[in-house]
């Protein structure tokens, strides 16, 4: 499967952004899907999964309470919703792909999307 990120930007601290991964060459509603996240200089880390149906959902607890993962199989897109954002929330977003529901919280991922930058200034 292939993925396209897009919904980056600069916002302000405590604004929102709505990120959306496009997925296409394959059947979405296979796929458990993930957001991480890359700092510079930092290592990439896990944001947020969700489950094939969309009935369960992970984060991570920086960003728990803030972020929403959500899916819409029709639509082959998954979303992130970024509320009351902070300086450290930004990176480079990406989104992923994988057919197996084990280790979701981890980077073993089949497919990448390219990562779209977001930009939070104090």
């Known amino acids: 499967v292939q993925l396209q990120a897009s919904g980056g930007g600069l916002v302000q601290a405590g604004g929102s952004l709505r990120l959306s991964c496009a997925a296409s060459?394959?059947?979405?509603?296979?796929?458990?899907m993930g957001w991480f996240r890359q700092a510079q200089g930092k290592e990439r880390e896990f944001v947020a999964a969700?489950?094939?149906?969309?009935?369960?959902?992970y984060y991570a607890d920086s960003v728990k309470g803030r972020f929403t993962i959500s899916r819409d199989n029709a639509k082959n897109t998954v979303y992130l919703q970024m509320n009351t954002l902070k300086p450290e929330d930004t990176a480079v977003y990406y989104c992923?792909?994988?057919?197996?529901?084990?280790?979701?919280?981890?980077?073993?991922?089949?497919?990448w999307g390219q990562g779209t930058l977001v930009t939070v200034s104090s």
């Open positions: 992923a792909a994988k057919m197996v529901p084990t280790g979701l919280a981890t980077d073993e991922y089949g497919s």
């Open positions: 060459g394959g059947v979405f509603r296979l796929y458990y």
């Open positions: 969700i489950r094939r149906s969309g009935s369960i959902t």
